[in-house]
């Protein structure tokens, strides 16, 4: 089964950084897009970033362009966010996701990012 895992969540302080990393399993991982949305606390999911199968085309959304990069490994099944000039917004549940951008038929269980001084 599809299986989509999470890590490298955590506290930074505002202007810090963090990696995130998601190892999937499950499926044929170099044939799908993927991405990264994330969810503020009583907020809905915001779609962060997303990456080509082969990586060759990434996409951003405007809150977090210039400071997000999206990456891939296809020989390792993972896809990375790296997040620089990390703000209290940025405070959120980040998922890693099968597609490019929602409906997502699958999502992981999320890694927790607070940013905080």
């Known amino acids: 089964q599809v299986q989509l895992v999470e890590s490298g969540g955590g506290l930074a302080q505002p202007g810090g950084s963090l990696r995130l990393s998601c190892a999937a399993s499950g499926f044929t991982f170099s044939t799908y897009g993927m991405s990264w949305a994330r969810q503020a606390p009583g907020k809905g999911l915001e779609w962060v970033s997303g990456i080509y199968s082969d990586g060759s085309v990434t996409y951003y959304a405007d809150s977090v362009k210039g400071r997000f990069t999206i990456s891939r490994d296809n020989r390792k099944n993972k896809v990375y966010l790296q997040m620089n000039s990390l703000t209290v917004e940025d405070t959120a549940l980040y998922y890693c996701?099968?597609?490019?951008?929602?409906?997502?038929?699958?999502r992981g269980q999320g890694t927790q990012v607070t940013v905080s001084s």
């Open positions: 996701a099968k597609g490019l951008r929602p409906p997502y038929d699958y």
